[in-house]
């Protein structure tokens, strides 16, 4: 050791004894220049073939004038009530009067996932209680039933007050999207 060490400083003393370093780049460390966010990437709800036969071919198909309900677990009953009763503000309206199955299935599909984006959550289907089909059943009825069981935005649905439009209208509640 030199005796000149009182008189460096600690900074000195370290180069004096590491001598020169020579910056190493790894492929660990990040470039610091600012990259863009990545974009959420929202799945868009589909039906496999096995989901539109089901959706056209019920076990038990619904009559006309039957109420329906459905709710997830975890939906609080204070929200089913309350939806039951009509006492959310409707934010959207699909009329499938008129529609084929394919057309129904296809309109009910889109506007299911486009209100989820806009990030309503309270919709009206108004399908009708098929009382001018064939054998007055309930074709559209069924087949929305069917869907809102299955698409992965959907909460609850149930059968609309007859203010509304009764059991030829359903209420559904749409989860909170993340946006």
Do not use: W
């Not at 006309?64 to 939906?75: I, P, Q």
């Not at 064939?134 to 809102?148: D, E, F, G, I, R």
């Amino acid at each position: 050791m030199p005796e000149d060490d009182d008189k460096l400083s600690d900074s000195g003393l370290f180069k004096q004894y590491v001598g020169s370093v020579k910056k190493t780049v790894t492929s660990l460390q990040t470039d610091n220049t600012q990259k863009p966010k990545p974009k959420p990437y929202k799945k868009h709800f589909a039906l496999s073939a096995s989901e539109k036969y089901l959706a056209t071919h019920l076990d038990t198909p619904i009559g006309g004038h039957e109420s329906v309900f459905f709710a997830r677990s975890g939906t609080q009953d204070k929200t089913i009530r309350r939806l039951k009763r009509g006492q959310f503000e409707i934010e959207a309206c699909l009329d499938l009067h008129g529609r084929t199955q394919s057309q129904a299935l296809n309109d009910l599909t889109q506007f299911i996932d486009q209100q989820g984006e806009f990030g309503h959550r309270v919709l009206i289907i108004i399908h009708g209680k098929g009382l001018r089909s064939k054998n007055q059943h309930a074709v559209l009825k069924n087949l929305s039933v069917a869907l809102l069981k299955n698409h992965p935005y959907v909460l609850a649905f149930c059968s609309a007050q007859a203010k509304d439009g009764g059991q030829g209208a359903s209420y559904v509640l749409l989860k909170r999207l993340e946006r």
